[in-house]
Structure formats: structure tokens, C-alpha cells
């Protein structure tokens, strides 16, 4: 499977994890091709994997209980972890869906399997506690940028850790992600490109 060599470099890039400590996980590793609108993990049941996105997106969203309407939370694409992290690490039901909105390819690994690593050894531990650390930056910064950040500054902050995006899934996911109507998100577009 040579997409597992795509994971051991984005290791050795993310936690620094040397080649044999890399190997220790090769058994566990399967690989899975999603279809555009499967989902990964769904609302009220626990998310047991941790994927690694080799290519695709993905969308953990909730749906309003009023409205119906569903709002995206967290937007995934390639060379990214796709996982409901707070039910992974606790191991109860997950808040939100999690959904592939293009047909996709993940590597992904069972929590049993990942706990065994971090037992086995010192690097696992470290990426272990790197990607807890990573998962509660991603969610700070998510939250708070509603807060400090106008929709411009987070449209700008989307094309950045995810400038393919745009290529992959309709303007009206991205809105919802962004918090703001479609008319805003062609107004935003619009004025960064006459810049």
C-alpha cells in the first residue's frame, strides 16, 4: 500500500517519527475508499478510528433541531486527520456527523491499536499527545474566530489550510462553514479579487 508511506512521511513532518518507529504501526493501518456522502463517523455513535486523508474532503456537521438546516463545524482535506476527536479520546457518543462531501481515500487505524503504540513507545506517546494538542488548537481556533475574526479573515484562513477546497465542494458548504449567507461569501470573493 504505498499510501501508507504518504502517512509515514506526514508522521515524520508532524511528530518527527523516525522510520522504525513508524514500522511498529504498519500492521494495524487498512486502508478505505469513501463515496461522496458516506460518512465516516455519525451522530450519537462513538468514533473508534483515526483517519489520515489521502485524498478528498470531508465535513463534520450538526443538524438544527428547529430548522433542519445543517451546519458545518469542521471542514477535513487531503494530507489532514479526519476523526471526531472528543469521542475518539473519550470513547462516548460523537455530537456531530462526519461525512465525505467528494469521493475520498483515508488510512485509517483502530484507537485499540493506537493506545497498544503509545504503550510500545515513547515516539507514539509523543505523537499521541501532539495530535490531543493539535485537535484542541484546531477547536480553539474555530471558536474564537467567530469571536476576533470577521468572515473575511476566516475566508482567508480556509484558503489556507485548505486551498483546494474550493475545487472540491459547492460555495454553500463553504458558507455554512464560514457562518455567513452565500450573497456575503460572493461579496467576500468578489473584493479579494479585485485586490
Same mark, same amino acid.
Given at each position: ?33 469513501y463515496?461522496?456522502?458516506? $460518512?465516516?463517523?455519525?451522530h ?21 433541531e ?5 451546519? !458545518?463545524? $469542521?471542514? =477535513? ?10 469521542s475518539?479520546? !473519550?470513547?462516548?457518543?460523537?455530537? =456531530? ?39 484542541? !488548537? ?9 469571536? $476576533? ?11 489556507? =489550510? ?34
Amino acid at each position: 500500500m504505498q499510501e501508507i508511506d504518504i502517512v509515514a512521511y506526514a508522521f515524520s513532518q508532524f511528530a518527527k517519527m523516525d522510520n522504525a518507529e513508524f514500522e511498529l504501526s504498519k500492521p494495524h493501518w487498512k486502508l478505505k475508499h469513501y463515496k461522496k456522502g458516506e $460518512f465516516y463517523n455519525q451522530h450519537r455513535t462513538v468514533c473508534k478510528f483515526l483517519g489520515f486523508i489521502i485524498d478528498g474532503v470531508f465535513r463534520s456537521y450538526v443538524v438544527d433541531e428547529k430548522s433542519g438546516e445543517e451546519k !458545518n463545524v $469542521f471542514l =477535513y482535506s487531503g494530507n489532514q486527520f479526519v476523526v471526531t476527536f472528543k469521542s475518539f479520546i !473519550n470513547q462516548m457518543p460523537c455530537d =456531530y456527523h462526519t461525512q465525505a462531501m467528494t469521493d475520498a481515500t483515508v488510512v485509517y487505524i483502530h484507537i485499540d491499536d493506537l493506545l497498544q503504540l503509545y504503550q510500545q513507545s515513547h515516539q507514539w506517546e509523543t505523537f499521541g499527545r501532539l495530535l490531543a494538542q493539535e485537535a484542541f !488548537n484546531i477547536a480553539m481556533d474555530r471558536a474564537e474566530s467567530f469571536v $476576533f475574526k470577521t468572515p473575511e479573515q476566516r475566508y482567508l484562513d480556509l484558503i489556507k =489550510y485548505h486551498p483546494q477546497i474550493f475545487n472540491s465542494i459547492p460555495l454553500y458548504h463553504i458558507s455554512s462553514y464560514l457562518g455567513i449567507q452565500g450573497p456575503s461569501l460572493s461579496r467576500i470573493r468578489k473584493r479579494l479579487t479585485g485586490k
